[in-house]
């Protein structure tokens, strides 16, 4: 069975703190994907990464998938109480359903 | 932005009663899911769809779970008779393949009572 682990579980930052979570697994994925989940809502697709060592950009978020495919990180820059949510890593291989993280829920206060 | 589209957003129902969640998926997606998210835990895999037939189950997809795509648009999850821990948030998703991510559906939060 193929398991994410996020981290931390939980996060609260001040507007304008540069923050970073991680999703870690033991085992190799052929993409990993993050997701931002707000309450009572599905999950919504941020970003797709493929290749070790592969890093993407989307305005102040960037996504780091490591070189052994079997980790990523999401660092945000200086964050915005509109960042507040919660941050999902989901790991695929082929054509295998995704596996989900736990999730880290961030909350940025102003 | 095209979107995936659940019904009903909340269905409240009897321990033991049938119920029936649906789902519109993307009209050119090729591959179709179901996931659950009981209350405060992570999203969790159900069954995959591609073809018009199962392609994955997980062991929580046992015999009172189905799945339908009856008339080419409408993707079906039907709980044959429901338990207390069958309350969740059930999502829909569809996918185009390859590397693309999935687009999920505002799901439905089913209570049983």
């Known amino acids: 069975t193929q398991l994410l682990e996020q981290s931390p579980q939980f996060l609260s930052i001040q507007e304008g703190e540069n923050l970073t979570v991680y999703c870690n697994s033991s085992s190799v994925f052929s993409s990993l994907q993050w997701y931002r989940q707000e309450p009572g809502e599905g999950p919504v697709l941020l970003v797709t990464?493929?290749?070790?060592?592969e890093v993407k950009k989307l305005k102040r978020l960037t996504f780091q998938f490591g070189d052994a495919r079997k980790d990523s990180s999401l660092h945000i820059t200086a964050a915005q109480t509109g960042d507040t949510g919660l941050y999902l890593c989901?790991?695929?291989?082929?054509?295998?359903?995704?596996?989900f993280g736990k999730g880290t829920r961030l909350s940025v206060i102003a | 932005e095209p979107e995936v589209t659940q019904t009903p957003s909340h269905q409240v129902t009897q321990m033991g009663q049938e119920v029936i969640l649906r789902c519109v998926p993307i009209s050119n997606h090729l591959y179709f899911y179901w996931y659950r998210q009981i209350l405060g835990q992570k999203v969790e895999f159900l069954v995959s769809f591609y073809n018009n037939e199962i392609s994955e189950k997980s062991e929580i997809f046992d015999d009172q779970f189905s799945v339908e795509r009856p008339d080419g648009s409408n993707f079906t999850l039907k709980i044959r008779s429901t338990k207390l821990e069958d309350s969740a948030m059930y999502f829909c998703a569809s996918a185009g393949g390859g590397y693309y991510g999935y687009t999920f559906g505002s799901g439905t939060r089913l209570t049983v009572v």
């Open positions: 990464v493929v290749t070790g060592g």
């Open positions: 989901a790991g695929g291989s082929g054509n295998t359903p995704l596996v």
